[in-house]
C-alpha cells in the first residue's frame, strides 16, 4: 500500500519560532577554548560557534521541510487536485524557491560573518559581526513567513487525507444521508474500514480494503458530506473536493433509501443521482436500492419507475445482496 504523499511532511515552523529557537541554540554553542587563550581568540571562536549553529539550526529545519514536501511534478492527480484547494501550484512552486533561496542566503551570511570574525582584532566586534549576521538571518526568516505558513496550511490540511492507492480501483459509495452507506462499507470491506480527513469537508472520509483473490485488491470509499446532497447547495471549494474524486479509479455505488426512511423522497434521490452522473460521466455507476425490507410495495413501484436502472436490491443491515453488490463491482471493473 502507498502511503499518501503529504504523510511525510513536517510542521513549518513560524519564522519567529525558527528564530527564537535558532538563537537560544547559538547562545549556548560552547567551542572547545582552552582557558588560557587570548579574549581575543575566545572572541572569536565563541562568536563564530554561535554563528554556526544558529546557520544551522535554520537550514536544517528548511532543508527537511523541502525534502518532505511532495514534489509537484510528481505526486499522481488525485493528489495534486487536493492541494490546488490548499493553494494553486504556482504559490506553492513559488514557495518552495523562496525557501530555497532562504537557505541559501542564510549559509552565504554565515560564511561570509565567519570570514569576517576570524579577522578582527578586537573581542567586541567578534560580537557586533555576529549580531549583524543573526539580524540579517532573522529579516530573511520573517520576508519567509507567508511562505512557512503555506507550508504548514499544506500538512494541516492534507496530512490525515488516506492512502488512496490511485492506481488500483476503488468502489466509491455515494447517496444521501442515511441510506445505509456505512453499513454497505463495512458489510463488504475485509478490513476495519480506516477513517481519514478530507479538505474543506466536516465530515470524514472512510476507506475501507477489500482483498480479492491473489493480489488483488479493492478500496471501497465512504464519502459522507460529499456526494450525499444536491451540488447546487456547494460551495466552489466543496465542488472542487467532489471533483478530486473523478481521478481515482473504478466505479460509484450510489445507495436508495427505497423506504424513504432517511427522510429524502425518492424523487429527490434520483435526482442527485443524475447530478452525479453528470459530473462523473465517465465512470460507470451502480444502483442500489437499499432498505428493502422497510419499503412498502407502492414504494418499490415508484422506484422502479423513476430510476432509469436498479442493478439490484439489498438489506444492508442484514447482509442481504452484498455479496452480489460485490460481485457486480468486481465485474463492472473487469476484475473477474
Ligand atoms: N431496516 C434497514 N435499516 C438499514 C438498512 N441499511 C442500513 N440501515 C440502517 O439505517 C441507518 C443508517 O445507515 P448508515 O449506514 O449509517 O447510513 P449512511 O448512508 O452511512 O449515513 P451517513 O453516514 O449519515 O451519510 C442505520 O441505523 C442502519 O442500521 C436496511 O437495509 N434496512
Ligand atoms: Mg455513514
Redesign the pocket.
Known amino acids: 500500500m502507498s502511503s499518501q504523499p503529504f504523510s511525510k511532511m513536517i510542521e513549518a515552523a513560524s519564522a519567529e519560532e525558527l528564530i527564537d529557537r535558532a538563537f537560544r541554540e547559538a547562545m549556548k554553542a560552547g567551542a572547545d577554548i582552552p582557558e588560557r587563550a587570548p579574549p581575543i581568540v575566545k572572541a572569536r571562536r565563541r562568536e563564530e560557534a554561535r554563528v554556526r549553529k544558529a546557520a544551522s539550526i535554520i537550514s536544517r529545519h528548511l532543508r527537511k521541510l523541502l525534502k518532505r514536501t511532495p514534489s509537484l511534478e510528481r505526486i499522481p492527480p488525485f493528489y495534486a487536485s487536493l492541494l490546488e484547494l490548499v493553494a494553486s501550484k504556482e504559490r506553492v512552486k513559488q514557495a518552495l524557491k523562496k525557501l530555497a533561496r532562504t537557505m541559501r542566503i542564510v549559509g552565504e551570511i554565515e560564511r561570509e560573518s565567519i570570514r569576517k570574525i576570524r579577522r578582527v582584532q578586537d573581542p567586541l566586534e567578534a560580537a557586533k559581526i555576529r549580531k549583524a549576521a543573526f539580524g540579517r538571518m532573522a529579516s530573511l526568516l520573517r520576508d519567509a513567513d507567508e511562505e512557512l505558513a503555506l507550508l504548514r496550511e499544506i500538512r494541516a490540511k492534507l496530512k490525515d487525507v488516506p492512502s488512496i492507492d490511485v492506481e488500483k480501483p476503488a468502489a466509491i459509495i455515494a447517496?444521501?444521508?442515511?441510506?445505509?452507506?456505512?453499513?454497505?462499507v463495512q458489510g463488504i470491506s475485509t478490513a476495519k474500514p480506516k477513517i481519514g480527513s478530507y479538505p474543506f469537508t466536516t465530515k470524514e472520509i472512510i476507506l475501507g480494503h477489500l482483498k480479492l483473490k491473489d493480489d488483488l485488491m479493492l478500496q471501497v470509499v465512504?464519502t459522507?458530506g460529499l456526494l450525499?446532497r444536491p451540488l447546487s447547495e456547494r460551495n466552489r471549494i466543496e465542488l472542487q473536493a467532489i471533483a478530486a474524486l473523478k481521478h481515482l479509479k473504478g466505479v460509484i455505488v450510489f445507495?436508495v433509501d427505497a423506504?424513504e426512511?432517511?427522510g429524502f423522497t425518492l424523487e429527490q434521490q434520483c435526482s442527485l443521482l443524475r447530478e452525479i452522473k453528470k459530473m462523473f460521466p465517465e465512470k460507470p455507476i451502480i444502483t442500489v436500492l437499499?432498505?428493502?425490507?422497510?419499503a412498502t410495495k407502492d414504494k418499490l413501484e415508484r422506484a422502479y419507475k423513476l430510476f432509469e436502472k436498479i442493478d439490484l436490491e439489498?438489506?444492508?443491515?442484514?447482509g442481504i445482496g452484498l455479496r452480489e453488490l460485490l460481485n457486480l463491482v468486481i465485474k463492472t471493473l473487469g476484475l473477474s
Open positions: 447517496g444521501y444521508p442515511g441510506v445505509g452507506k456505512s453499513t454497505i465512504d459522507p450525499d445507495v423506504a426512511a432517511n437499499n432498505k428493502v425490507d422497510l439489498t438489506v444492508a443491515s442484514e
